[in-house]
């Protein structure tokens, strides 16, 4: 194969020939990355250069060097095996830019085989500011600032919301000695918004630190601010920090409870990224965070969850959490197949690509979860026909809807699928809520229901919702 393509790549590990699929006229400094995986069958993975070198092999009476020294002084100094890819570069002049390799003339073998064709070479549009919606009104210097944070694409922020809302409008009719009034729920979730609105700012910008060096190589990622080298790495820390003192700003104005609460979920915010290299469930770290705010919605009204009086509460929270947990798994999965292709090129690991072949059946045991467990939370407080009629028949509905009819292999339809799904499902379960928050505060569930509207007070009497 060596004598047919003409070159040869001295990898850390082995000496390996290049592949006969590569397509010459692609080969660049980018294309060098790829060397460390040659030995294998995997899919390459995307790294720094360490010992990469192109060696020319024109005269078909050297043989391929048998060592690392060798190797080094055929590239013609030290410099050029095992240290930076700009050596290596300068030895791409040998290659010719034809769509095949040939030897020079006179160096012909009798079982020389005719030259491979190589493959369309794929382009890709430059990046181009955005010219409509929010941030196209921003100074130039803000707008990859902007894009950091998602701005422009806020569906994130609406799921890392949803939890939280859920989990307020469950604990509402639970508060003593009364129910919570429809103001401080409104100031609650108003708050919950502008903290998801920050945080997953502060998400998006670690996420895409660790990623810098992999999203050039994901269509879907590659305009990136990061990625396209717009902010520095050190200028996104900076924002990162300003990011999370912000955060600290709007925590602190909830009661005192919700900080020993929601402390623990910033060290789930760093681990997302780090599971994508490690793990082929990624999608379940970012559910334990995404998640966070379906146990937040209870102290924030005052409930402590680790109380003994509580137990049936700290139930209800679990169950609300575990579901949350199931549907940001189904949500982001069918996202993880916008990029399945391109992960599977850069070596990145998603439950997309290792449950490609039966995407279908996992999303339809992860809605049935996710309905199961949130009519758990509702069996925990004793909830009504309006939370079950509404909030699980319409996320079972929407779910099944969902899984039935999105189009995995069209990018297109994934994208719309997770941006309309979350009004969907996410909706149709807080409608449910609120339509069972309001029924309880409103006294029209008949006498003598157990449900959301009864708790005890401090005397032991039980006291009727009203």
Known sequence: MASRLGVRVISRSSLSPLPETLDWKQVNRSQLRLCGSLRTNRPYRARPITTCCVIPLHDQSKRAPDSLKQARSWCGSRKSVGKTAAPAQTHLSNIRSSSSVTSPPGTETPDSTPPIPAPPTITHPPYTPPTTGLISHLPASWIPYAELIRLDKPTGTYYLFFPCLFSTLLAAPHTTPA???????????????????????????????????????????????????????????????????????????????????????????????????????????????????????????????????????????????????????????????????????????????????????????????????????????????????????GAAVSLGLMVRRVKLEDVRDCWWWFRNGCWFTGGVIGVGLAGEYAVRLGGWYWDGEKGMGSRKNEEGEEEEGR
């Not at 269509?219 to 050190?234: K, N, S």
């Not at 005192?256 to 910033?266: F, H, K």
């Not at 998640?291 to 009086?309: N, R, T």
Request: proline share 6%.
């Open 179 to 393: 129910i919570t009034p429809p103001l401080t729920i409104l100031g609650t979730t108003l708050l919950f918004l502008t903290g998801a609105l920050i945080m997953r700012g502060a998400g998006c910008t670690i996420n895409d630190l660790w990623d810098r060096n992999l999203d050039p190589h994901v269509t879907r990622t590659r305009h990136r601010p990061l990625a396209r080298r717009a902010i520095t790495p050190r200028a996104a820390l900076m924002f990162t920090s300003a990011q999370l003192l912000t955060g600290l700003a709007i925590l602190v104005q909830f009661p005192p409870l919700v900080i020993p609460y929601a402390i623990p979920s910033l060290l789930l915010v760093g681990l997302y990224p780090l599971a994508k290299r490690v793990t082929h469930y990624p999608q379940f770290v970012l559910g334990l965070t995404f998640s966070w705010g379906a146990i937040l919605g209870f102290p924030a009204l005052g409930i402590d969850l680790l109380s003994a009086a509580n137990a049936d509460l700290l139930t209800a929270a679990a169950f609300l959490y575990a579901s949350c947990v199931s549907w940001t798994v189904l949500y982001d999965m069918i996202y993880a197949h916008m990029d399945v292709r391109d992960d599977a090129a850069a070596g990145i690991k998603s439950i997309a690509l290792r449950h490609r072949a039966s995407t279908k059946a996992v999303l339809s045991g992860l809605a049935v979860m996710q309905v199961s467990l949130l009519a758990g939370a509702g069996w925990a407080v004793g909830a009504g026909p309006v939370f079950f009629g509404v909030s699980c028949g």
